[in-house]
C-alpha cells in the first residue's frame, strides 16, 4: 500500500513501513524504514496532525564549515540531511546516488521535486531483468526529479511487495537536454539512518569458498562490498545485511538488501561526521562512464530491500518468498527438481558413449532420474585449453552425437542433459581462427588468460546472435531436459572493438545487456529445459540469473564440510530450491578430506540435489545405501525444495548467529526445514569434530507452528529419538540426542557423533 498527503508519501508492506518527504527546496527526505508503524490518518487532516513530521530533521542552524544550499535556506545543508537521493555539488560530500559530467565539463547536479504517480502492477524493464508481479497488485510510486539547469530527469520507482516485505527500488536517467552526458554513477537505492554502529555484513570469498559470512560494525568512515570481475562475482555477492547490534537469527532489527544485476556491481555503508549512516547500492562506478546521448535513457538494475525485527531468520524468510515468488519463474518454478547424476567428477574430460551409459545404468539402478554429461562431448574437447566455441559433438566420442546418446539415455528410463560454456572461447579453437575480432582484448597488445580461455564480446549484436542460434541448434538437436550453462573466468582488459574510445567504460554493462538477451531469448525458445547456471561455482550467483535460470551451482567445493558453510551463507539471501548441492566422492577432490557418505547425503539434501560420484567405483553396500538416500530425500522433495528454510547454531558462532565483534567458535551446524503448511519439517545436526569427554548433544528447532504436535524421529536404525513432541517445545525446549547405541561390538556403545558426522531427523504432524 502507498498512500501520499501533503507531499509526504508512505509505503507500507505488511510487517514494514518506509517513508519520504519533499521538502520546500524540492529535496527528498527520508523519514523512516523499518518495523510497522501507525499512521492514523482518519483522525488527521493532513500529516503533520498524523504525527509523520516528528520524523523530520529540525535543523535551526548549520554546523560551522559546511555549505547552505542556498540563500534563501540559510539552516539546511544536504551534508547533515537523510535523503532519498544525492549527488554532488550542493553541499552533500558523502556517497552519492547519481554522479554525471556535464557536457560543459562540471559535475554539479541538483535534482529536485518535479511529481509523483501511483499505480499497480509491475511493467518490465526495457534493458534489464527484474521482480514480476502475477497478480497484478504489487503498488508502485513513480517519482520524477528534474535538474532544471541542465535538462535532466531523474525517476525514482519504488514497488511494494506486501505479502513478502520487501520493498524494491530502481532509477531511470533521461537526458532532455540538447549535449551528450556521461554517466559516472546510477545507483539503485539509497537509505539514509537517523543513527550509525550497524553491523554491515558481507559474504565474501572465492573460488570453492564462496559465501564466507563478515560482520563489521560501522561507527565512522566508509565501508564498501563490490566487485570488478566483470560477474557478480565469488569474491563478494550483491547481497548484504546492516542489523542492529545483538541481532541474532531469530530478534533484533536486520535489513537486507540485494540487486537484481550479474554484473559489476558496488553496496557501501558510510558513517558522516554527524553520526549518520548512509547504505547505497547499484553498478559498480569503477571504470564505468555511460555516453548518454540526447533524447537517450540509463535503467539501473533494481534493488530489493527487506527488513524484520525477528531478526536474521525473520528477514531472510522475506527474501526467500520474494525470490520464489517474484524472482524465479517459469515453468520450474514451483516443479519439484530431479535428482540428478552429474558426469564431471566421475569421468572429467575424458568421456566416451559407453562410459556414460555405463554410468547412467548405475544411476538409474539407485534412483536417479537425470542424467548429465559434462564438460568434455564437443569439438577437440580432451583439455581445458581447447575448443570452446566449437559445438558439435565430437564423433569420435559420441559415435551417435547427442541424439544417439540422449535416445538411450531415454530408453533407460533417465532424463538427458548437457553442459555447456557459451560466452566463452578458446584461442585453439575453429571459432576463434574465424573471428579472432569477436573476443574482448586490447588490439594488438598481450591479454591476461583465464583457464586458457577468453571471453566472447557479447556488447557485439553479431556474437549475442551467434550464440543464440548455435545453442539454439544444440538444445533442439536432441530432447535436452538440463542444460548446466557454465562461465569459468573472470574479467580482464576490458576492451571491445565494436566501441569508440570514450565508449570503453560502457564494456563491462554492455556484455551484461548482452547476456541477458541471450539468456532471454534462449529461455524463451526452450521453456521445458530446466536451466542451471554456473561460474566456476558460485561466482555469478545472483539475481539476475536467477530471473532466467531457477536454480545455480553454488560452488565447485563439494566438501561436505565446506558446502554445509557455504549453504549457510547462500541461506541469508536466496532460498535453498535455487543452491543447487550435489553428493561427491570421498576423499573429496577439492579438499581430500573423507566424510561418510550420509554426511554428505545430509548436507546437499538441503539444496537442488544430485550426485556428482562414480558409482561404478562404489561398493555394493554404498550404492545400496545411495538408493535408500534417493528414496528417502523423494520422500521429503517437496518440503526441502519448497520449505521454509531456518538456521540455529553455525560453525560460525554458538549464539544462533548473533552479529558479536568476539565469537565463540562453534562446533556444530543446525538447520530446519519447514514445508508450507507447517506440518513436516526436516532439521540436521553436523559435528565438526568430535570433543573428549562431552556427552551431550541437542536439536533445535525453528519455524515449527507452536500450536501443532509432532512426531519427531531419526529414521536411523538403533536410535532411541521416537517422541511426540508440540511444536512449541521442539522450538524452545529442544530434544537431546542420543549419544551412541548398543550394535554388537565388543565395546558396546558406538559414539553417533564423530568427526563431521551429521544426521538427519523429521518431523511430521500427529
Known amino acids: 500500500m502507498i498512500i501520499e498527503k501533503d507531499n509526504y508519501y508512505i509505503l507500507h508492506t505488511k510487517n514494514t513501513t518506509y517513508c519520504f518527504r519533499v521538502l520546500d527546496t524540492g529535496h527528498l527526505e527520508h523519514l523512516y524504514y523499518g518495523r510497522k508503524i501507525t499512521v492514523d490518518m ?82 518490465p524493464y526495457q534493458t534489464l531483468p527484474g521482480s514480476y508481479d502475477d497478480s497484478g497488485e504489487a503498488a508502485h510510486l513513480t517519482v520524477t526529479l528534474l535538474d532544471r539547469q ?53 559474504f565474501s570469498g572465492t573460488w570453492g569458498r564462496e559465501m564466507h559470512r563478515t560482520d563489521l560494525l560501522v561507527q565512522a568512515g566508509k565501508y564498501v562490498n563490490a566487485s570488478y570481475t566483470g560477474t557478480s562475482s565469488s569474491r563478494a555477492n550483491p547481497f548484504v545485511m546492516l542489523s542492529k547490534c545483538g541481532a541474532t537469527e531469530d530478534a533484533g532489527d536486520c535489513y537486507g538488501c540485494n540487486l537484481v544485476y550479474s554484473g559489476n556491481h558496488y553496496e ?83 568421456i566416451n558413449e559407453r562410459k556414460l551409459l555405463q554410468l547412467a545404468r548405475a544411476g538409474k539402478a539407485v534412483g536417479i532420474e537425470l542424467f548429465v554429461m559434462d564438460d ?34 531415454n530408453k533407460l528410463g533417465l532424463d538427458f542433459g548437457i553442459w555447456v560454456e557459451p560466452e566463452m572461447i578458446n584461442v585453439n579453437s575453429r571459432l576463434y581462427q574465424r573471428h579472432p575480432d569477436w573476443v574482448i582484448d586490447v588490439p594488438d597488445k598481450p591479454h591476461a588468460e583465464g583457464r586458457n580461455q577468453r571471453i566472447l564480446d557479447l556488447t557485439k549484436t553479431i556474437v549475442q546472435d551467434y550464440i543464440i542460434a548455435k545453442m539454439s541448434e544444440v538444445f533442439s538437436s536432441a530432447n535436452i531436459a538440463y542444460v548446466k550453462w557454465d562461465m569459468n573466468r573472470t574479467f580482464s582488459d576490458y576492451y571491445s572493438r565494436g566501441l569508440a574510445p570514450e565508449q570503453q567504460g560502457e564494456v563491462a554493462h554492455r556484455y551484461v545487456l548482452g547476456l541477458y538477451r541471450c539468456l532471454g531469448e534462449l529461455v524463451r525458445r526452450f521453456p521445458k529445459i530446466l536451466f542451471e547456471g554456473c561460474s566456476a561455482g558460485g561466482n555469478r550467483f545472483d539475481l539476475g540469473i536467477l530471473s532466467y535460470f531457477p536454480q545455480i551451482w553454488a560452488s565447485d567445493n563439494t566438501d561436505a564440510l565446506c558446502r554445509a558453510e557455504i549453504q549457510y551463507g547462500y541461506s541469508y539471501g536466496y532460498p535453498m530450491s535455487t543452491v543447487s548441492a550435489h553428493v561427491s566422492a570421498s576423499p573429496n577432490h577439492q579438499t581430500f578430506r573423507e566424510t561418510a557418505l550420509d554426511t554428505r547425503f545430509s ?57 558479536v565483534l568476539v565469537q565463540a567458535p562453534g562446533n556444530h551446524m543446525e538447520w530446519t526445514c519447514v514445508s508450507p503448511e507447517g506440518g513436516q519439517a526436516v532439521g540436521l545436526v553436523l559435528q565438526k569434530l568430535t570433543m573428549p569427554n562431552t556427552q551431550y548433544a541437542y536439536y533445535q ?10 512426531h ?54 500427529e
Open 42 to 123: 482518519e483522525e488527521a487532516d493532513n500529516w503533520a496532525q498524523s504525527g509523520m513530521e516528528a520524523f523530520a530533521e529540525r535543523h535551526t542552524h548549520i554546523p560551522g564549515n559546511t555549505n547552505t544550499y542556498d540563500r534563501e535556506h540559510e539552516h539546511f545543508t544536504l551534508e547533515d540531511m537523510r535523503l532519498e537521493m544525492s549527488s554532488y555539488g550542493k553541499g552533500d560530500i558523502r556517497e552519492p546516488f547519481v554522479e554525471l559530467v556535464q557536457a560543459d565539463g562540471s559535475a554539479t547536479c541538483d535534482f529536485l521535486f518535479e511529481g509523483a504517480k501511483i499505480s499497480r502492477g509491475k511493467e
Open 701 to 710: 528447532a525453528r519455524g515449527l507452528a507452536p500450536e501443532k504436535k509432532y
Open 268 to 350: 557501501a555503508v558510510e558513517v558522516n561526521s554527524y553520526g549518520k549512516t548512509r547504505f547505497v547500492s547499484g553498478i559498480n562506478p569503477q571504470a564505468f562512464a555511460w555516453q548518454l546521448l540526447p533524447g537517450e535513457e540509463f535503467e539501473a538494475p533494481e534493488a530489493v530491500m527487506a527488513f524484520s525485527a525477528q531478526g536474521y531468520n525473520g528477514m531472510s524468510q522475506c527474501m526467500h518468498r520474494f525470490v520464489r515468488r517474484h524472482i524465479v519463474r517459469g515453468e520450474w518454478r514451483d516443479k519439484a527438481r530431479p535428482v540428478i547424476l552429474n558426469s564431471w567428477e566421475a569421468a572429467y574430460f575424458d
Open 376 to 409: 568434455g562431448w564437443f569439438g577437440d574437447r580432451s583439455d581445458d585449453t581447447r575448443s570452446l566455441g566449437d559445438w558439435d559433438a565430437n564423433l569420435r566420442k559420441l559415435p551417435h552425437g547427442l541424439s544417439g546418446l540422449c535416445d538411450k539415455i
Open 712 to 765: 519427531f524421529y531419526s529414521g536411523l536404525p538403533g536410535v532411541r529419538e521416537d517422541y511426540q513432541l508440540y511444536g512449541d517445545a521442539l522450538m524452545y525446549g529442544g530434544v537431546c540426542l542420543t549419544q551412541g547405541f548398543y550394535d554388537g561390538d565388543p565395546g558396546g556403545e558406538r559414539c553417533l557423533y564423530r568427526d563431521f558426522d551429521a544426521k538427519l531427523f523429521f518431523m511430521e504432524e
Open 150 to 202: 541542465y535538462g535532466l530527469a531523474l525517476e525514482l520507482h519504488y514497488y511494494v511487495y506486501e505479502d513478502c516485505d520487501v520493498i524494491a527500488r530502481s532509477s531511470k536517467l533521461r537526458n532532455d537536454s540538447g549535449s551528450t552526458v556521461t554517466v559516472k554513477r546510477l545507483l539503485s537505492t539509497q537509505i539514509d539512518f537517523a543513527t550509525s554502529e550497524y553491523i554491515f555484513t558481507t
Open 603 to 659: 548436507v546437499a539434501a538441503f539444496g537442488a540435489f544430485g550426485y556428482e560420484c562414480d558409482l561404478g567405483a562404489m561398493t555394493r553396500e554404498e550404492l545400496k545405501k545411495i538408493e535408500a538416500q534417493i528414496a528417502l530425500y523423494k520422500q521429503w522433495r517437496d518440503v526441502l525444495q519448497q520449505g521454509s528454510f531456518y538456521r540455529g547454531r553455525s560453525f560460525r558462532d554458538n549464539t544462533n548467529g548473533g552479529s
